[in-house]
């Protein structure tokens, strides 16, 4: 059997697919964070928990409403960014004005009470969603077994980072998005009407992190608590990447992702700590991260 | 005309300092007050309740140093009281010979290690980027801890022995530990009231408002930074060790980031930037839990907690001190 450093290639390439498919999660929700932090100026604390809704949408969805996976990959990110930009229209625009810190206050509230609330009817143990028909299996590429549903999340990932990508740089709306990044006063004296932009763009980043939960509920158990270790993780990637740029999140998402599934390869005691510690190295080395641009 | 300049002018400063000398005298009094209400305590409320409202009322004051009076909102202290808590915990258990006061001396010395690690680190970035950097630091500690053997793991640190103060006092009386606990946090107060009052503080206070000004005066303000984040890490650790005296055990559930976010929503419910608020939110919060534990609501409290720090966030943003010292300006000024 072929051997890289000492490691078996199948082990090896199966936890770097472990790597990226969770480097592609990474990538999801720190660019639906960037996103939202792009123009509204807050670190949307409840990301990790709308994510979460996402997966127990789809769960849901499926138990009483009959709705299939392919169904609930285009519902639910409407259905949950929809219950984003209520949040946005009713909460977070009354504190809009004020310091940002408070936007990752209140939403770190709401965190609490969406995961509070479901860990209450739903208990903290982890439901199995189903793999729809079609992705079970796997294909023998001969060297590895690549399991089609790992396959199928890294392309519907980076298909949907992708098409993120062309909305924002391609778009006239996207346009309208960057030029509200830059200064949304002079956008709004031109006749552009930012707060409807505003409330769009925090329901396109909520939408993201609920295709990222559909997309995970048959990979990983259905649980109240499964955003929020998440997202701190999240939270690190983009400490690492900056949210300056679209491309700088999915390469440091995928990248976190890849050197996370390694560290579990070789040394397994730091694979729940790699990232943490690697926010540490850029810190010291580039700390305005690695594709930031603030000081 | 010149006349009656000169003595305005002469007698302003007298009056603003007449008016300067009363307010200290007032506020000399309600400290008084509150220190007699401390000591007497013990004999109207259950001790053990109080020494826990007063351990979380010392962590939140520290907290509150931090985001108050330097603006920075760090979303990891957590990790300092856990910190603390663990390794004054671990001391105690395997040193039988150790007084408490030296274990606690040397959990807070961890702590304070560690809050300088974790603030070289976080001062590098600002704003939201800093609250960001402190929660994944606290979250590595986290990791640590669940997988260290010296913290027990899941299990966590139990029958951590109380043992003698100096010695010679047994704290195993609840109220010996309570006089004990409530000394600590005196401490601990004073430490903050004095900072705040110096002109370090109000250096603090200048970064808070303008930082780019306070660095065109020519302060260096991440020294400033830095000691601040310190001196709260350690007074954390300080809190998270003298708890883990009272309880006799330390566990993961002080090194969980709920745990730095319940320290925030004390400080807010009390009042961000006011000395008396951190202990009124913590004495709240503490209740709460309290109430809700044995109530049929007692699997919500996490929601309940949630509600409350979106209405404080929405429209009660100075906290209950805050707001009463609003309303005593507005009406006796």
Known sequence: ?295 | MTTTHTTSATQLPSVVQERQRRAKLRRNMFYLVLLAMGLVAPFVAYPVFLMKILCFALFACAFNLLLGYAGLLSFGHAAFLATGGYVTGYLLASYPGLTPELGILAGTLMATLLGVLFGVLSIRRQGIYFAMVTLALAQLMFFVFVQSSFTGGEDGLHGVPRGHLFGVIDLSSNLAMYYFVFAVFVFGFAVIQRTVHSPFGQVLKAIRENEPRAVSLGYNVDAYKLLAFVLSAALAGLAGSTKTVVFQLASLTDAHWHMSGEVILMTLLGGVGTLLGPLMGAGLVVSLQHLLAQSPLGNWVSVILGIIFVVCVLSFRSGIIGELAKMYRKNFK
């Not at chain 1, 965190?111 to 189903?130: D, H, K």
């Open chain 1, 1 to 295: 059997m072929t051997m890289i450093f000492g490691v078996p290639m199948a082990v090896f390439m199966g936890q770097l697919t472990l790597g990226l498919v969770n480097g592609a999660f990474y990538a999801l929700l720190s660019l639906g964070l960037a996103v939202i932090f792009g123009l509204l100026k807050i670190v949307n604390f409840a990301h990790g928990a709308q994510y979460m809704l996402g997966a127990f949408a789809a769960l849901l969805g499926f138990r009483y409403l009959g709705i299939n996976y392919w169904l609930a990959l285009i519902l639910v990110p409407l259905v949950v960014g929809g219950c984003g930009m209520l949040m946005e229209r009713f909460l977070l625009r009354r504190i809009a004005h004020l310091d940002h810190l408070y936007g990752l206050l209140l939403t770190f509230g709401l965190a609490l009470i969406f995961e509070g609330t479901l860990i209450n009817l739903f208990g903290v143990s982890g439901a199995r969603y189903e793999t729809p028909a079609i992705l079970q299996g796997g294909l023998n590429l001969g060297f590895m077994f690549l399991p089609t549903y790992r396959a199928w999340v890294l392309v519907a990932a980076l298909a949907m980072c992708l098409f993120t990508w062309f909305m924002i740089e391609r778009t006239r709306l996207g346009a309208y998005l960057r030029a509200g990044t830059e200064n949304s006063q002079l956008m709004q004296a031109f006749g552009v009407n930012v707060p409807l932009l505003i409330t769009l763009t925090y329901g396109f980043g909520v939408g993201l992190a609920a295709f990222a939960g559909v997309l995970a509920a048959p990979l990983y158990p259905v649980s109240p608590t499964m955003g929020s270790s998440l997202l701190i993780v999240v939270f690190a990637v983009v400490v690492i990447g900056g949210m300056g740029s679209i491309l700088g999140a999915i390469l440091t998402g995928l990248g976190m992702g890849i050197i996370e599934g390694l560290t579990k390869v070789y040394y397994p005691e730091a694979s729940n700590t790699v990232i943490f510690l690697v926010m540490i190295l850029v810190l010291m080395l580039r700390p305005a991260g690695l594709f930031g641009k603030e000081a």
